[in-house]
């Protein structure tokens, strides 16, 4: 086997990192959890109380308020249905064969080797900005350059090290994630179970009662509008870590800042319009966010001598 670039050190970071991250995703589902724990030991707890038994039948209540339960539930299913259509992001992959992209390939070959992990596909991207994204679609992971990218001649450290900055997603098993649509339904009908369940089992203690139905409603809008931002901030790249990780992959962090400082200057004199509500702007190699950090990273590194590094990639959620 090959000597592997990665020392203890990087690999514990990576290891901390992917940790964090699962942890953050606990974070986003707990309310929903506690919710469903809190609302399932309610039945046990009542019928300690009460002496009685767990359901206490079903109080059909007045004809108002089945009505007023119904058009509440209704209206809690309406934004989980809309979020399940709305939820179709797709990665812009070039059709047909992709003119340069064996460069590419070689890097992410032997980076992957020099990482000890399996090589990911390479593949083109229909995107008109010099750039590049790591992405996972039905599970698989991949690296994405623009074919404005594979068109812009870069030297041969400038792809290495573009490449190798995508690896590091992949090794910290981040960047864009777009879920087949079997998975997509599955998560939908799970959240919707998890949110509305506890609600109708109460319903079905305590009688279907509209305030039954406007609590389901009102928790669950106040929940999406805090989970659905917050999820969106939690998912976003560390670039500045994937810089450091790639830096100790290739050993020329020089590289890395150059092609950094190359393909920024393209991004903001030629901005390139992407389709509105687009989620992969934010993956890419150059996005809108961190370059400065990014730069004063790799300049510390630089210093240091050879692919060290200092400054943990760590972002505050
Ligand atoms: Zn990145």
Same mark, same amino acid.
């Given at each position: ?6 020392? =203890? ?47 206490? /039948? ?32 797709? +990665? ?29 596909? +390479? ?20 690296? /994405? ?47 919707? +179970? ?50 450091? +990780? ?27 319009? !992407? ?9 890419? !190699? ?7 950090? =990014? ?10 001598? /050879? ?11």
């Amino acid at each position: 086997m090959a000597d592997v670039a990665l020392d =203890r050190d990087i690999l514990q970071r990576i290891a901390r990192y992917r940790r964090r991250r699962k942890a953050r995703l606990l974070f986003l589902i707990a309310p929903v959890m506690l919710e469903t724990v809190a609302l399932a030991i309610l039945p046990i707890v009542w019928s300690q109380v009460h002496g009685g038994p767990f359901f206490m /039948g079903l109080q059909p209540g007045t004809r108002a308020d089945w009505a007023l339960w119904s058009i509440f539930m209704a209206l809690t299913v309406l934004p989980l249905g809309f979020l399940l259509m709305a939820w179709t992001e797709k +990665v812009p992959v070039a059709p047909g064969p992709a003119a340069g992209i064996d460069p590419y390939r070689d890097a992410a070959a032997s980076l992957s080797i020099a990482a000890g992990v399996p090589a990911p596909d +390479v593949v083109s991207l229909a995107v008109p900005t010099v750039n590049a994204l790591a992405f996972s679609r039905s599970g698989k992971w991949s690296i /994405g350059i623009t074919e404005a990218a594979l068109a812009a001649g870069l030297t041969d450290q400038q792809v290495e090290a573009l490449t190798a900055h995508e690896a590091a997603h992949l090794l910290l098993r981040e960047g864009l994630s777009v879920p087949d649509r079997r998975a997509r339904s599955l998560v939908t009908l799970m959240f919707t +179970v998890l949110i509305i369940g506890p609600f109708l089992l109460a319903s079905f203690m305590f009688g279907f009662s509209w305030y039954l139905g406007l609590a389901c409603l009102a928790w669950t809008l106040l929940y999406l509008s805090w989970a659905l931002p917050a999820g969106r901030r939690l998912r976003r790249n560390d670039d500045v870590l994937a810089d450091t +990780v790639a830096s100790r992959l290739t050993c020329n962090p020089a590289a890395l800042r150059e092609t950094i400082e190359l393909l920024e200057d393209l991004y903001t004199s030629e901005p390139a319009p !992407f389709p509105p509500g687009a989620a992969y702007p934010d993956y890419l !190699f150059i996005s809108r966010a961190q370059v400065d950090r =990014r730069l004063a990273n790799l300049a510390a590194i630089e210093r240091e001598g /050879g692919g060290g590094g200092a400054i943990s990639g760590a972002t505050l959620p």
